[in-house]
């Protein structure tokens, strides 16, 4: 997922530095969502992992 968010951030830059505002922008966004989805599934994984397990 970080990868994801890795690669989209690469492509605003290069965006950016090619004056594709429009384009930069929308990468940009797509990476914080891809960066916020990783930290919430992290936490969900990380806390689903602190259970107890149910006794029979």
């Given amino acids: 997922m970080l990868h994801y ?3 989209f951030f690469v492509i605003a ?3 950016a530095l090619l004056g594709f505002r ?3 922008g ?3 966004e ?3 969502v891809f960066v916020v989805l990783a930290v919430v599934i992290l ?3 990380l806390l689903s992992g602190r259970m107890p ?3 029979p």
């Fill in 5 to 7: 968010a890795l690669i």
């Fill in 13 to 15: 830059l290069v965006a």
């Fill in 22 to 24: 429009g384009v930069a």
């Fill in 26 to 28: 929308l990468s940009a």
């Fill in 30 to 32: 797509f990476g914080w």
């Fill in 43 to 45: 936490g969900v994984g």
């Fill in 53 to 55: 397990p149910a006794s």
